[in-house]
């Protein structure tokens, strides 16, 4: 089960309202809406990605890599390394 199962419907409403903000920038690039304003929504965009990641890492965190962490042996060994190069992965962008 993924650890967002439980907050399933909130992470789809949030992916359609970025999708919703793409498909707005590129309305304004085919208007030629001034490249200030396309580029702040841009970043309006990774901003939400950004947000929508660190709640899907949070929900991994809370449920997957504590389940694992009570468990024990290699299994916590593997989602915590699961984890650390989500988050590298995360910083880089």
Do not use: F, P, W
């Not at 590129?26 to 939400?48: F, K, P």
């Amino acid at each position: 089960m993924a650890g967002y199962s439980a907050h399933k419907e909130d992470v789809i409403r949030r992916l359609r309202r970025i999708e919703g903000q793409v498909r707005g920038v590129r309305r304004m690039v085919g208007e030629d809406v001034y490249c200030i304003e396309v580029l702040t929504q841009v970043s309006a965009i990774n901003a939400a990605l950004q947000s929508c990641a660190v709640a899907l890492l949070d929900e991994h965190l809370a449920c997957c890599v504590t389940d694992a962490i009570a468990r024990g042996g290699d299994q916590a060994k593997d989602k915590v390394g699961e984890a650390t190069k989500a988050i590298a992965r995360l910083i880089r962008t």
